[in-house]
Antibody, heavy 119, light 108 residues
Framework: QLQLQESGPGLVKPSETLSLTCTVS??????????WGWIRQSPGKGLQWIGSIFSGGTTYYNPSLKSRVTISIDTSKNQFSLKLSSVTAADTAVYYC???????????WGQGTTVTVSS | EIVLTQSPGTLSLSPGDRVFLSCRASQSVWNNYIAWYQQKPGQAPRLLIY???SRATGIPDRFSGSGSGTDFTLTISRLEPEDFAVYYCQQYISSPCTFGGGTKVEIK
């Protein structure tokens, strides 16, 4: 059974870069699904899709975050990653990684990791 | 960006009740590209329904989805104790995909 696990710092200072990694186990990141995504959830904005990556490396991002987001994939480690730059308190949220299809139907989710932006 | 409005915000119900959860889109969702998720406290959302009416793997048949155009419904035929949770709809026909604000189903 496919499992996803987010990891990374739980506290990030304003203006710095948030970096998270999602490790996929129970299957290959290149064959279990070709599409992987990041979603966040905050009390103020609810659920928000951040962006997605194809196992071949093609990415697509939410336009509202596109200037600050980079998603990458490391097939040798069965991982994909999120970087969000110039963070503010508004980026405080629970961040989830997920297995998705091309249309961003989110089939399997990680348990989520809480990231707080504060000095 | 398509805005999804879910109503009501909270429903107080009893086990065994039949539930209808509404999701209304600000514009037509072509191909009925609507999904429904269930979220319990401290857990990630879980996919229930995609393409408006297709159940995800392992989802009990008491959950069903329907609708077209701008109006979609998630029906739970008979509430089980484990069904008390928050339910979200999502559209994925238009990028960025967007989510509704959720409906909480609580025990009466």
């Amino acid at each position: 059974q496919l499992q996803l696990q987010e990891s990374g710092p739980g506290l990030v200072k304003p203006s710095e870069t948030l970096s998270l990694t999602c490790t996929v186990s129970g299957g290959s990141i290149t064959t279990s699904s070709k599409y992987w995504g990041w979603i966040r959830q905050s009390p103020g904005k609810g659920l928000q899709w951040i962006g997605s990556i194809f196992s071949g490396g093609t990415t697509y991002y939410n336009p509202s975050l596109k200037s600050r987001v980079t998603i990458s994939i490391d097939t040798s480690k069965n991982q994909f990653s999120l970087k969000l730059s110039s963070v503010t308190a508004a980026d405080t949220a629970v961040y989830y990684c997920a297995r998705q299809n091309y249309y961003v139907v989110l089939h399997d989710w990680g348990q989520g990791t809480t990231v707080t932006v504060s000095s | 960006e398509i805005v999804l409005t879910q109503s009501p915000g909270t429903l107080s119900l009893s086990p065994g009740d039949r539930v209808f959860l509404s999701c209304r889109a600000s514009q037509s969702v072509w191909n009925n590209y609507i999904a429904w998720y269930q979220q319990k406290p401290g857990q990630a959302p879980r996919l229930l329904i995609y393409d408006a009416s297709s159940r995800a793997t392992g989802i009990p048949d008491r959950f069903s989805g329907s609708g077209s155009g701008t109006d979609f419904t998630l029906t739970i035929s008979r509430l089980e104790p484990e069904d008390f949770a928050v339910y979200y709809c999502q559209q994925y026909i238009s990028s960025p995909c967007t989510f509704g604000g959720g409906t909480k189903v609580e025990i009466k």
